[in-house]
């Protein structure tokens, strides 16, 4: 089974920064694709950065594009999330999820994911 357990959350003003990060229990390659969910308070969830994990392309959200970025650390079974020029609209509670996708599926959609991670709270004031 994989574990996952995000760290990195807080409380910024806005404008600021903030690096979340994701380890994993095993290898990250063992698993296909990576992604950030974030769910504000009172609001569904919501996927925003997305990568596979042995090589392809990224995508965003389109509420996050240009100001946050996926990256992977395969020496440290580990994903991250840069997330620039917050505003109070990021304030949630964030996620890390993980899974192996195969046939058709859609990467921002939460019940393709088998793993997660417990969540980070971000928030934002303004």
């Known amino acids: 089974q994989v574990q996952l357990v995000e760290s990195g959350g807080g409380s910024v003003q806005a404008g600021g920064s903030l690096r979340l990060s994701c380890p994993a229990s095993?290898?990250?390659?063992?698993?296909?694709?990576m992604t950030w969910f974030r769910q504000p308070p009172g609001k569904d969830r919501e996927g925003i950065a997305t990568?596979?994990?042995?090589?392809?392309?990224?995508n965003y959200a389109d509420s996050v594009k240009g100001r946050f970025t996926i990256s992977l650390d395969n020496a440290k079974n580990t994903v991250y999330l840069q997330m620039n020029s917050l505003g109070p609209e990021d304030t949630a509670m964030y996620f890390c999820?993980?899974?192996?996708?195969?046939?058709?599926?859609?990467?921002?959609?939460?019940?393709?994911?088998?793993?997660w991670g417990q969540g980070t709270q971000v928030t934002v004031s303004s």
């Open positions: 990568t596979f994990t042995r090589g392809g392309p990224q």
């Open positions: 095993i290898p990250i390659s063992n698993v296909g694709v």
């Open positions: 999820a993980a899974t192996n996708p195969g046939g058709s599926w859609f990467p921002f959609a939460a019940h393709e994911y088998k793993y």
